[in-house]
């Protein structure tokens, strides 16, 4: 799987729109691009995924670039919580195929 | 709809001591099952995952295993626990085939080695 970079933390302001960055240049055609968070003591909780649309859902958007070299997660009015760390994972869409955590983005959003 | 469970919630054991975390999944039927851990201040790290009954595939060299005895249930064990054990061990699912994977968590283990 592709290895992805994110910064180490960011910073949001309450009902502010969060846009978390992620850098996957090593992606391969058949790649997806999945966004989990983990708020503090909590399992992770899956977000969204892509493959090169950009998506959305009740939690967030997902945009990817054309060249799929890099994707933002945008939470768009941050709540205080959504204050976790954020995990950017590239995978193949293979069955038993499992997930590789980095070490994530702690957004902290504040009041 | 499914539902996955980790037991216990936390855990204090000594050094050399053995160790035996279950996790159980309602609601499917063949999953993929997976242990993690993250220890404090990390990011996730995958230590086995399981494919089907009787199948583990370890992903690094340690001193833990686990074992899948039934469908829905995953076990992680330890003979002798150190101290570099202590974490937070989580259990996860994802079905098996369909068009994507999802990996759902349990709620955790909370793991301390004294």
């Known amino acids: 799987d592709a290895k992805t970079t994110q910064p180490t933390s960011m910073d949001c302001a309450e009902g502010r729109a969060a846009n978390l960055p992620c850098n996957h240049s090593t992606i391969s055609g058949n790649e997806y691009v999945y966004w989990y968070r983990q708020i503090h003591s909590q399992g992770p909780q899956y977000i969204i995924h892509g493959l090169k649309n950009n998506e959305t859902n009740e939690m967030a958007s997902l945009i990817i670039t054309e060249d799929r070299k890099s994707s933002t997660l945008i939470l768009p009015h941050a709540t205080l919580r959504d204050t976790a760390v954020y995990y950017c994972?590239?995978?193949?869409?293979?069955?038993?195929?499992?997930?590789?955590f980095g070490e994530g983005t702690q957004l902290t959003v504040n009041p | 709809s499914q539902t996955i469970h980790q037991w216990p919630a936390t855990l204090v054991q000594p050094v050399g001591s053995p160790l035996s975390l279950e996790c159980t999944v309602e609601g499917t039927s063949n999953p993929n099952l997976y242990w993690y851990r993250q220890a404090a201040g990390r990011g996730l790290q995958l230590l086995f995952y399981?494919?089907?009954?009787?199948?583990i595939s370890s992903e690094v060299p340690q001193n833990l295993s686990a074992s899948r005895p039934q469908d829905r249930q995953f076990i992680l064990s330890s003979k002798k626990l150190l101290l570099s054990d202590s974490g937070f061990y989580l259990c996860?699912?994802?079905?098996?085939?369909?068009?994507?994977?999802?990996?759902?968590f349990g709620p955790g283990t909370r793991l301390t080695v004294l």
């Open positions: 399981s494919v089907g009954i009787g199948q």
């Open positions: 996860a699912w994802s079905p098996l085939g369909g068009s994507y994977n999802e990996q759902f």
């Open positions: 994972i590239v995978k193949q869409e293979t069955s038993g195929s499992r997930l590789t």
